[in-house]
């Protein structure tokens, strides 16, 4: 049978950022495929070593649109570790909410993307129209949709006050009533299982092999999250379960996901209920002494590392970013391997890319 | 999640340490292993190149130690030096120098397949090449880069690169030089890309 | 010369081009609407497929070097002409401006040139996604055609004619073929949401897998005689649907036989445009075991039940 190549991208309906696929393919089957990123390369990690640790919190923050909390997150605690600061803990407790809401606003754009990937455009609408609630909550938190710029050095920025905590667990209870529901269809509805189960299979072993982190792992049955086993914000005082499954293909990914959103609103619940009185931050000498550090946080994507050296400057002499994404792009010829073109796109939405974090 | 399971983690962990440690010294008696602890919780061992890839097979046979986070590059200024993060409950870390003249070092790829997007990564952004990496093309570069590293410390004169501003050239109507497509630098598939039937 | 007026109104105004023309505009904004309203949105305004095809008329209109220029020319308006045609033989409001015995299936051999035509549409605007769109319209067409040919054929035994206007006319006074054939109509129904390539069977126009198919290359006049032939194709194939099975525009009260007409066609409209925003797309191989695993020998059974109850 003759052998067309079919190209992915750089611009597709299917990709929301750039990303390079070349696909062979044999009738409707997938025989080879070749990938290429580097399309939104912006150097950040050079970028870093000539601004100093502050204005780094902003540089950061601008690698990903739906992460950027989660990268000044990892930031800041590296440096304050670095400078030995110990941060408030009603600091800590409104990095994590923050951090949560940003899971679930990711998770939820997430699961219309891959939706409307396999044709379901309903609910596409639905998660996008819920999500709303979500972002109105983050920009009357911090007074933006998806940048924050919460964090700085030493603590946060911005506090919530009685009223505003009352108004978001209200929004909180909405949400999670319409997160049920997109629950109900996924798990019930005929044609989204028939597109989504048995595609994109990971067994445990490729999973080790290629280090995959984060829900694409834990669809897998890998049990690993960041925020069990590395402790970080105010993490260690929240109860949470941590969601793995068993088939490892997009269905898995998918439950394994909005069942995670369902654990974050828990979560946001507890943070409030038990946020602490407190200061918001403590100041952050411009120096920062010679040392490094290896800090790591749970994105929506996985765990995200960042090791900083510094050498005694007010400017980083290295910072390191790996992302979550590169992980599961490693992952993509394999998975691609012997599938239909039909199921191309929802393999692509199935380990959640975010191109812009990968290639930095 | 309480501070007393976090405890036992932590002295589980610290446990590992020592005894992957202990099984480093004797598999390099010549070499001087220590410990130092880094901040987050993390561990790192320094090690010289030809020995990471010989204790990462150690690591993964002994203490199934597999899931390696990334490997971070660094010019330091007087070496090159590689850091293998690792990740198994707890953060280790091996470290290695290279000389920043044609620095190599063997590739991991044959044990942690994984490895590859990073050790590519480390390969374009500061010129070491990894031996025996299957696929060593740039992964983020351009490719019409004019080949220099981008993370190598610059001399105190910079060198002009890359244009800053490709616009630049359109601006002045004669262009920046005969602007070539960039080459289809696909690899990995056979024959795919001249096959293109109707 | 009164022959020569009223033949020209019959083609041009009503049942004709023009009637038909508005009727695609209203129909598709119906659809865009309720779809729209399903999906917690709020929809179109009213002159919004207007303004679309206005807007497409005037665009600039390229094809990729090495397309066949004149093919891609003709091919949309062939298309539009085909279902045109279709149109003549179908009573609106009582009278077709044409009609003879056998007519049903020259109408159904109409209705299936579009889907070649996107077949070559896709080939012949040499590129990759139209050329895979291309060959999923067709393997498409063999999916639902089948059952769709059947089901229709169950009424025509059952009126003892080929002609769709008698069809239509014998139920006016008797059960409509609906109540006699629901297992049937069902079929034509989603027979037709095969031949109007809409959601869930939209599979040749995957947006998130071949960007638009056959019609990725297209833009301008052409791609508005595309759309327009696929609008007018949904306006024919509803009121096919309408005359075999809903009794045309026989109802028991005296109302304008046209607008009776029309309101039964909007009703098939309305499940349609509901069944387009309950699933996901299928693929091509799951549409075709549906097709030839289900669907078809649903079709079979009632074909044989209504020769066996005919032949009684």
Not at chain 1, 301 to 321: C, F, H, N, Q, T
Not at chain 2, 100 to 110: F, M
Not at chain 2, 117 to 133: A, K, P
């Amino acid at each position: 049978m003759t052998r067309i190549t079919i190209p992915i991208g750089p611009q597709h309906p299917a990709l929301k950022e750039p990303l390079s696929f070349l696909l062979t393919v044999e009738g409707e089957r997938i025989v080879d495929s070749a990938l290429r990123i580097g399309y939104v390369h912006r150097g950040i990690e050079r970028i870093c070593q000539n601004r100093n640790y502050v204005q780094n919190v902003h540089v950061v923050e601008r690698i990903c649109g739906i992460c950027s909390h989660i990268h000044t997150t990892t930031y800041c605690q590296g440096v304050e570790a670095l400078l030995g600061l110990q941060v408030p803990l009603r600091a800590l407790y409104l990095r994590t909410l923050l951090g949560e809401l940003e899971r679930i606003h990711s998770h939820m754009l997430w699961l219309g993307v891959l939706a409307e990937n396999i044709g379901f455009t309903t609910i596409f609408m639905y998660a996008w129209r819920d999500r709303e609630t979500v972002l109105d909550i983050m920009e009357e938190f911090s007074g933006g949709r998806v940048a924050h710029a919460v964090n700085v050095i030493g603590g946060v920025r911005i506090d919530v006050d009685e009223a505003q905590v009352d108004s978001i667990l209200a929004r909180l209870d909405e949400l999670e009533q319409q997160i049920e529901i997109l629950l109900g269809v996924i798990q019930h509805e005929r044609t989204f299982q028939a597109r989504t189960r048995g595609v994109g299979h990971l067994s445990v072993e490729q999973v080790r092999r290629y280090c995959v982190v984060g829900p694409t792992a834990r669809a897998s049955g890998v049990n690993v999250d960041m925020r069990r086993d590395a402790p970080y914000a105010a993490y260690d005082w929240l109860d949470f379960r941590v969601i793995t499954a068993e088939e490892g293909d997009v269905w898995a990914r998918t439950m394994v996901r909005v069942l995670e959103t369902i654990e974050s609103l828990h979560m946001c619940r507890q943070l409030l209920a038990e946020l602490p009185e407190g200061p918001l931050a403590v100041r952050a000498p411009r120096r920062v002494p010679p040392g490094e550090v290896v800090s790591r946080g749970e994105a929506p994507r996985g765990e995200l590392v960042y090791y900083i050296r510094s050498d005694g400057s007010d400017s980083p002499a290295r910072v390191k970013i790996r992302t979550p994404t590169l992980t599961t792009l490693i992952t993509l010829p394999d998975q691609l391997r012997g599938v239909n073109t039909a199921d191309v796109p929802a393999v692509l939405a199935g380990v959640d890319l975010c191109i812009a974090c990968a290639d930095r | 999640m309480n501070n007393e399971t976090m405890n036992n983690e932590r002295l589980e962990s610290a446990m590992l340490v020592e005894a992957i440690l202990q099984a480093l010294r004797e598999t390099f008696p010549a070499e001087t292993v220590e410990a130092q602890a880094v901040p987050i919780g993390e561990t790192f061992i320094a090690l010289p190149a030809d020995c990471i890839h010989p204790a990462v097979r150690l690591l993964i046979k002994r203490f199934d130690l597999r899931h390696l986070s990334t490997i971070t590059g660094q010019d330091t200024g007087s070496a090159i030096e590689l850091l293998y993060h690792f990740w198994d409950g707890g953060g280790l870390t091996l470290r290695t120098s290279l000389p920043r003249e044609k620095p190599h070092i063997a590739t991991l790829t044959d044990l942690i397949p994984g490895a590859a997007f990073y050790e590519r990564e480390v390969s374009e952004m500061l010129g070491v090449t990894f031996d025996g990496l299957p696929d060593p093309r740039p992964l983020l570069l351009p490719d019409d880069w004019n080949g220099e590293a981008p993370l190598r410390q610059r001399p105190t004169a910079p060198t002009p690169g890359p244009s800053p501003n490709p616009s630049a050239s359109l601006r002045t109507g004669s262009g920046g030089g005969e602007q070539k497509p960039p080459p289809q630098n696909w690899g990995g598939l056979r024959g795919g890309g001249e096959e293109e039937t109707q | 010369m009164n022959d020569w007026l009223s033949a020209s109104f019959a083609l041009f105004i009503f049942p004709g081009f023009g009637f038909l023309f508005v009727c695609a505009l209203a129909f598709q904004w119906i659809d865009r609407r309720v779809a729209a309203r399903l999906q917690g949105r709020i929809g179109p305004p009213w002159f919004q497929p207007l303004a679309d095809f206005i807007k497409l008329m005037a665009k600039e209109d390229i094809l990729p070097t090495g397309a066949h220029e004149w093919a891609c020319a003709a091919l949309p308006m062939v298309s539009l002409a085909t279902v045109l045609t279709a149109a003549l033989y179908i009573p609106v409001g009582g009278q077709a401006a044409s009609a003879f015995e056998g007519d049903l299936i020259v109408v159904l051999f109409l209705l299936s040139i579009p889907a070649l035509a996107c077949f070559l549409a896709g080939w012949l605007s040499v590129g990759v996604y139209s050329v895979v769109g291309g060959n999923r319209s067709l393997l498409q067409y063999f999916s639902y055609e089948v059952p769709f040919l059947m089901a229709l054929s169950g009424p025509a035994i059952l009126s003892g004619s080929w002609s769709i206007s008698r069809i239509a006319a014998q139920q006016a006074g008797a059960t409509w073929m609906v109540f006699v054939q629901p297992l049937g109509f069902l079929l034509a129904i989603v027979g037709l949401i095969g031949k109007l390539k809409r959601s869930p069977f939209d599979i040749p126009k995957a947006k998130s897998e071949i960007v638009a198919g056959p019609l990725t290359e297209f833009s301008g006049r052409k791609l508005a005689l595309w759309h327009l032939t696929l609008h007018i194709q949904t306006v024919v194939g509803l009121f096919l649907l309408v005359d075999v099975f809903l009794g045309g525009c026989s109802i028991g009260l005296a109302v304008p036989g046209v607008l009776v007409f029309t309101v039964k066609a909007v009703l098939i409209l309305l499940a349609l445009s509901v069944a387009s925003v309950l699933y996901a797309r299928l693929r091509i191989d799951q549409l075709a075991n549906l097709g030839w695993r289900v669907l078809a020998p649903l079709a079979l059974a009632q074909m044989l039940t209504t020769m066996w109850i005919g032949v009684r």
